[in-house]
């Protein structure tokens, strides 16, 4: 991409990947959180914009699995699911910030580019 980011660069996008984490205390803040970063520092860092972006993809991505979840817990295999896809998304998350504070334009795995 474009060049080396600079440690400003750097701290945006790695708040990009752990601000996710305020969605553990307010509802839809994993996906709100990398948004308003998304929003707000896509026009002054391409570097920012597009952790924040990927993190916005991520997270939009988890609460669809977090949705299908739900629904399979009326069988019971979804609270499973749930605990699995809690712990997948916490590390993915926390390896992401620390790619990103590296300076590395880190892309999560099995993810929908839903925005683009």
């Known amino acids: 991409m474009n060049g080396t980011p600079t440690s400003d660069e750097r701290t945006w ?5 752990l601000l996710a ?17 998304w929003l707000v520092k896509r026009e002054q860092s391409a570097f920012v914009a597009d952790q924040a972006r990927e993190s916005l993809n991520f997270n939009i991505t988890m ?5 299908v979840c739900g629904l399979l817990m009326l069988i019971l295999v979804g609270f499973l699911l749930l605990a ?8 993915m998350t926390i390896i992401a910030a620390v790619r990103a504070s590296d300076g590395v334009y880190y892309r999560y795995p099995i993810t929908l580019r839903l925005v683009q």
Do not use: K, S, T
């Open 13 to 17: 996008g790695m708040l990009a990947h």
């Open 21 to 37: 984490f305020v969605g553990l205390f307010i509802p839809l803040g994993n996906v709100l959180a990398p948004l308003v970063i």
């Open 63 to 67: 609460l669809i699995g977090a949705l």
């Open 84 to 91: 699995v896809l809690f712990v997948y998304w916490a590390v």
